[in-house]
């Protein structure tokens, strides 16, 4: 819309005093009109889309519920930014007379009607007054009441129904409708409460009540002068709960009447220009839809949520105008030219619009709202379709603010059943998946028949002719950890992304035939205890794995067998009393659970991915497949026979095939420790003798290494402690693996649970293929006997045994050969899917890493048939393949014939990009991390109490202050990025300053966002808050965005291999400045594209050969010296270990006298929730236990019922075995 003034002079900055949608709304016009736009926003919106828009945004202090209303706040972020006028949008201070004047009274431009105009409008009774001196009809009805007697009487004058309303209230807040005198007292009370609770004015007045009403407003627009001009009516009337859900322009029932629709309209311009008004309003009426009689309800004094519709079919910007009259004020004109305006309004509108109003709430749930994580939004696109919006991919919906996330509004030239039908596409075919929505309930309204022939009145919603049934399944209990899978995960994604899916693939996927799903959809995997499910459509389903109970509508389901559920029953699993995890399977799955890199499986770690990144909590709620009920009327029973079922080989012992390494590995019988988890199953047994004395550069303990590639079901040595890495497992990371577990053992893997033990048995790569193909034909089978294909007889479980065999683990070894200037490789065995391939000594190198990249170009070119998946790092590379495609042989000879082929290839020049990074050192975060850890972990070690000062010793520098300069300056060259969500590995460029240390021993728990860390020569970026082992020198930013919204995130991973970074050292007041704006996604990177050339790298680190060596040298003799005494220290702290648990261990867990109670599996006492003393109820959580990260409710039953605790035998932090007592009542 063009101008209508000659241009802004005044006016150049906004402050917007608002947030979500209609800041962002309000922003896109002021770019328009060439203005600056300033945005204010509390902490919980950091996410929000009208910080990153505006040209300007500040922090508001405070709490987050009162951020936007705390009027002094707001006033003084408009003054500091240099703001010449302040708009309101609607809520918060739109209507807020006082506000008004205060921000007149602060010398800047109100954006609005004046403040006198917005207290006469803003009480009821006065607003009728009005209404009726500018000649406005209005509904039969009182002034204000001051009992219930007066309002007995004035309705039994004006005849029921009626309405009693509190004159500040609005929105529907602060209304009661009485159809009789009985009603009349009660409700007298209740808006009387309301009131003074809402609006701090407790004054009402009563109103005829139109049973078949509908709800019709005019856009009114004015000038201050007295000069005022309409943009249409629009159609209101389908609400919920007296708010507006779907609304039209024009209004169907006024379209039909154009004699009416210019009464309305004059009855609108009638009383703006008797008031003066100035600025956008609106003017809303009650029509009656039997005679089409209309009557003044209220006027608003602001920008109405709906007035997207108007601008469509009217072609006018309403921001613009507000805009244009507040400069027009501001110069002391008064306003706009009256001639202008009446030249924007048009005598009927030009085709139809309609808007539906999107909420992150529960319809199943009485529309509860539902705030959380938006994984991903995806709006459709077609012309005549507008979103008014405030949320992308990653946004974060808070329970502070009201649930709206989006306006649809579509318009159509020719028809009203084409805006629907084009309204109907874009609800349908538009994706915003995390939160519950109401699309489903929109899709309902603006489909029915009703509102495509225009008879939706008031009362349309809860009426005959309104049907909405949600096609959704309610969480009312998530059970232990209830987690979304799917296969085949996100194998081959890479950059720290786990690749996921079910921990007992098998299992999984006859649950999913069985419901008569294709084996990988996706499903609930259930550990330890399952879930409770409402079901407000009937669904087929299917449970597998682990053995638990089932009750479906009270009674008891079977396992291995095709269920159905009734719409409006629940589904309850109970505790998993054999196996570990079981699998709930629905036919057609989780239509609107995102897929997030390819794959809907949940990754809890890295809070990616199935219902928000988490396991299923009550009140989640999840679409089923709109074709459920068609599914369900052709249901039939289907099973598998008992014989051929898996459930009945789950045990406490296990015996897991795996790649060999190391011979006395498989002497031992390990035991899982309750800190086992999708991410890792921590092993307990004993130390063992290592052959070397430490990792080299890689660090102190022989465990550790420089970095290496991690293969899925490795054994990964935390320090002492092996750790199994499962689907959920880091990628990569400085710690060694000795075996690996067999891909087709990985079912098995899934159903060990805490306190079972675990024998390994070594297999050649033959025999694992074995018992891959095994578990292929179980499941290609049970599909043949469902398809009737095959017969049960067929039918058996997986054979599991295997003869014992050992094979080398070096594949294949080229030596190094000085003359023709090659590099020694070894190609090792890692798992029957994995080759890992090292280059060299223990020692990082940039130029090995540009003979690794070299090779993984090729790789990742495709060049290198079979490869699944690929992991660079700075001495290695790690191939996965897929042994059922390509053989290991094969894929051996591939890699083979790569190096030769590349030997004499020239290093060219790699491309880089160089990002500088803001850098905080000795960081408060840091600090607090290490005092933690000396607290609850090691008081005492040679790396504490400061990080710094041990690098700077065990490096032969003279000072920390020395060291942290060094590091600062030296650029830093990216040689792998995954572990976890995208980690950076990156090495100092200069060789005299590769600093080694060694890693935390035992890991930290806590670890800031950002955080930078030395572990062996690497430095890391810790992407996300973690555990971690690396030693802390400093925050800076962090280096993934799950959903890529930041600047400069191609992936969710910012940097790739061979990006360079440099440091730059801040303040803590620049550092938090810097860190506020990229968490609002307005920092754009520093960042410069270059190339990374390994000839003059090559020259560079020729010339300082003889200082480099003097270096290493010392750092050498200091690492020695430095890991001697932390043998010392670390040997002491194990002493002390065994003899407080040897002290310890005399009483906790053993068993007492009187009733006890007991731990139901191994796990650590988390927390006690009572005292001795206490007396106990049926049904009462007495404790939490904590296994596999998960939080185990231990309640007391009816035997306990009023007794009294006597001893507390297990204080928080003992681990028990299952059995164990936690604590002991008596009578």
């Known amino acids: 819309m063009p101008l209508i003034i000659d241009s802004f002079q005044n006016i ?62 707001v006033l003084e972020i408009a003054k500091k930014s240099g703001a010449h006028a302040v708009i309101p949008g ?133 000038n201050g002068l007295g000069g005022a001009v309409h943009f249409g009516e629009r159609e209101c009337s389908i609400q919920r709960r007296h708010q507006k859900v779907v609304e039209e322009c024009p209004s169907p029932f006024v379209h039909k009447r154009s004699e009416m629709r210019e009464r309305l309209t004059s009855c609108a311009v009638s009383l703006a220009s008797n008031v003066c008004y100035g600025s956008a309003g609106t003017v809303e009426f009650l029509v009656d ?97 507008r979103v008014d919006t405030w949320i992308q991919s990653g946004t974060n919906i808070s329970p502070f603010y009201d649930p709206m996330i989006a306006k649809v509004i579509v318009w159509d030239r020719d028809s009203h059943d084409q805006a629907t039908d084009k309204m109907l596409s874009t609800l349908t075919r538009s994706k915003v998946q995390g939160c519950p929505t109401n699309f489903q309930y929109l899709a309902a309204i603006v489909g029915s028949n009703a509102f495509r022939i225009g008879d939706t009145t008031t009362a349309f919603l809860t009426s005959d002719h309104f049907k909405f049934s949600p096609t959704t399944v309610d969480v009312i209990s998530g059970g232990a950890y209830t987690t979304v899978q799917d296969l085949p995960a996100r194998k081959g994604v890479g950059n720290g992304v786990p690749e996921s899916g079910p921990m007992d693939p098998v299992s999984f996927r006859v649950a999913n035939l069985l419901a008569g799903n294709d084996e990988n959809m996706e499903a609930l995997e259930v550990t330890l205890v399952g879930p409770e499910l409402l079901f407000h459509a009937p669904a087929i389903v299917a449970v597998t794995g682990g053995v638990v109970d089932i009750v479906v509508d009270g009674e008891k389901g079977d396992m291995y067998t095709s269920l159905l559920v009734p719409a409006g029953k629940k589904l309850k699993l109970g505790m998993v009393s054999s196996g570990c995890r079981s699998y709930i399977a629905i036919k057609g799955g989780f ?187 179980y499941v290609s089978q049970i599909k043949g006997y469902l398809n009737g294909q095959i017969s049960s007889g067929v039918l058996k479980p997986i054979d599991t045994d295997l003869p014992e065999d050992w094979e080398e683990t070096i594949l294949h070894h080229t030596p190094s050969d000085p003359a023709k200037k090659t590099i020694e490789v070894k190609y090792r065995q890692a798992g029957d899917c994995h080759i890992h391939v090292t280059y060299g000594s223990m020692t990082a190198s940039a130029l090995i890493r540009v003979h690794i990249q070299h090779r993984l170009n090729k790789i990742e070119s495709g060049e290198v048939k079979g490869v699944v998946a690929v992991i660079g790092c700075a001495r290695s590379y790690n191939v996965q393949f897929d042994p059922l495609v390509t053989t290991q042989k094969e894929m051996l000879a591939r890699l083979i014939a790569l190096e030769e082929a590349l030997e004499k290839a020239s290093h060219s020049p790699l491309p880089s990009r160089l990002f500088k990074f803001p850098i905080l050192l000795d960081d408060p975060l840091s600090k607090q991390a290490i005092q933690d850890y000396m607290a609850t972990v090691r008081e005492s070690a040679v790396y504490l109490p400061d990080n710094m000062e041990y690098i700077a010793k065990a490096n032969g520098v003279k000072d920390r202050e020395t060291a942290l300069k060094s590091i600062v300056t030296c650029p830093q060259l990216v040689v792998g990025v995954s572990f976890l969500a ?30 930078v860390g030395l572990g062996g020569p690497l430095t890391v970026i810790y992407p996300m808050e973690s555990p971690g082992g690396y030693q802390l020198w400093g925050r800076t930013l962090s280096t993934w965005d799950p959903h890529a919204a930041k600047p400069g995130f191609e992936h969710p991973w910012l940097l790739r291999e061979f990006d360079q970074i440099q440091f730059y050292e801040v303040t803590s007041k620049e550092f938090d400045d810097i860190y506020e704006q990229f968490k609002t996604g307005r920092l754009t990177f520093d960042v410069e594209e270059t190339t990374f050339d390994p000839e003059s790298y090559e020259k560079f680190i020729d010339s300082i050969a003889e200082e480099t060596a003097d270096f290493v040298r010392k750092r050498n003799l200091a690492t020695k010296a430095a890991t001697q005494e932390e043998n010392r220290l670390v040997q002491a702290w194990r002493e002390k270990q065994d003899q407080n648990a040897a002290e310890g261990g005399d009483d906790a867990g053993s068993e007492g006298e009187g009733t006890t109670v007991i731990a139901p599996m191994t796990s650590s006492v988390w927390k006690v929730n009572v005292n001795v003393g206490d007396e106990v109820k049926n049904g009462q959580v007495v404790a939490v236990l904590e296994a596999m990260k998960m939080e185990i409710a231990v309640r007391a039953d009816a035997s306990m019922d009023g007794k009294t605790v006597k001893k507390i035998v297990s204080p928080p932090g003992t681990v028990l075995d299952p059995g164990q007592v936690i604590m002991t009542l008596t009578e």
């Open 12 to 73: 150049r900055k906004v402050l917007i005093a608002n947030r979500g949608e209609i800041a962002c709304r309000i922003i896109r016009s002021c770019k328009e009109l060439g203005l600056t736009s300033i945005a204010i926003y509390s902490k919980a919106d950091r996410s929000s889309a009208h910080v990153r828009l505006a040209d300007e945004a500040w922090l508001l202090p405070g709490n987050d519920q009162t951020a936007y209303i705390t009027e002094e706040d």
């Open 90 to 222: 609607y809520g918060f201070l739109s209507e807020n007379d006082g506000f008004a004047e205060k921000v007149e009274a602060a010398g800047l431009t109100w954006v609005g009607p004046s403040s006198e105009v917005i207290t006469k409008f803003g009480l009821k009774h006065t607003a009728r007054e009005l209404a009726v001196q500018a000649g406005v009809p209005v509904i039969s009805g009182t002034d204000l009441l001051n009992s219930a007697e007066e309002a007995l009487a004035a309705a039994s004058k004006i005849g029921y129904p009626v309405m009693l309303k509190a004159t500040a209230g609005g929105g529907g807040m602060g209304l009661q409708i009485c159809w009789n005198e009985s009603e009349i007292e009660a409700a007298f009370h209740s808006v009387h409460a309301r009131g003074a609770t809402l609006f701090k004015n407790t004054a009402m007045f009563m109103e005829k009540y139109v049973a078949k009403s509908r709800h019709v407003e005019v856009q009114v627009f004015g």
């Open 289 to 385: 839809d039997t005679d089409g009689s209309f009557y003044f309800l209220e006027m608003n004094t602001r920008l109405q949520v709906e007035h997207g519709i108007t601008e469509m079919c009217y072609d006018v910007d309403l921001v613009s105008l507000m805009l244009q009259q507040a400069e027009m004020q501001a110069r002391g004109k008064g306003g706009l030219d009256i001639d202008a305006l009446k030249a924007l309004q048009k005598t009927t509108p030009t085709g139809f619009a309609i808007e539906a109003r999107v909420y992150a709430e529960v319809p199943s749930r009485n529309f509860a709202p539902s705030p959380g994580l938006l994984q991903h939004v995806d709006w459709y696109e077609a012309p005549g379709v």
């Open 591 to 777: 239509p609107t659970i995102p897929v997030y890199l390819g794959s809907k499986s949940t990754t809890t770690t890295l809070k990616l991915g199935g219902v928000q990144g988490r396991h299923l909590l009550p009140n989640d709620s999840l679409d089923l497949d709109p074709r459920t009920e068609e599914w369900a009327t052709k249901y039939r029973t289907i099973g598998i026979p008992q014989n051929a079922r898996l459930d009945g080989i789950w045990k406490n012992k296990w015996d897991l095939y795996t790649m060999p390494d190391r011979q006395t590995l498989y002497e031992t019988e390990w035991k899982i420790s309750h800190n086992a988890s999708r991410s890792g199953y921590r092993l307990k047994g004993p130390r063992l003798n290592w052959s070397r004395e430490d990792g080299g550069e890689g660090g102190s303990h022989p465990a550790n290494v420089i970095d290496e590639p991690y293969s899925y079901g490795g054994l990964n040595w935390n320090g002492d402690d092996p750790v199994i890495l499962p689907v959920d497992g880091p990628m990569a990371g400085g710690l060694a693996i000795t075996n690996t577990v067999v891909r087709g053992d990985f079912w098995r893997l899934g159903q060990c649970r805490p306190g079972d033990s675990i024998r390994f048995k070594r297999i050649s790569w033959d025999s694992a293929l074995v018992l891959r193909h095994r578990t292929e034909e």
């Open 982 to 1011: 995208g980690l950076p590995f990156m090495l100092p460029l200069d060789p005299r300053l590769i600093y080694v240390a060694q890693k935390y021993n035992p890991v930290r728990a806590f670890t800031a966002e950002g955080t």
